[in-house]
């Protein structure tokens, strides 16, 4: 299920459908941190996806999309503080 719920949000990331992306990301890396734990491969693989969304919707100016989600919200600070 993570794995398809990571797919899906690959997808709508490539097509700009940020806001759609990150709840699925989220959900993806729910159930992979309760199912795998946190230094799983496959766990580090969607996080890392999540933060190549984070990265392009700071590149796109809209983080003013994203929930408030801690996790969203932790992981675009540090995206913000290393975007130039």
Known sequence: MATSLNNLAVL???QGRYSEAE???????????Q?????HPNTQTILGNFV?????????????????HPL????LRQVQEQSP
């Open 35 to 39: 199912r795998l734990g946190e230094n």
């Open 72 to 75: 969203t919200q932790d992981l």
């Open 12 to 14: 709508y990331r490539s």
């Open 52 to 68: 190549v969304l984070l990265q392009a919707v700071v590149a796109a100016g809209q983080a003013h999309i994203l929930s408030d």
């Open 23 to 33: 709840p699925l990301y989220l959900a993806a890396i729910a159930i992979v941190y």
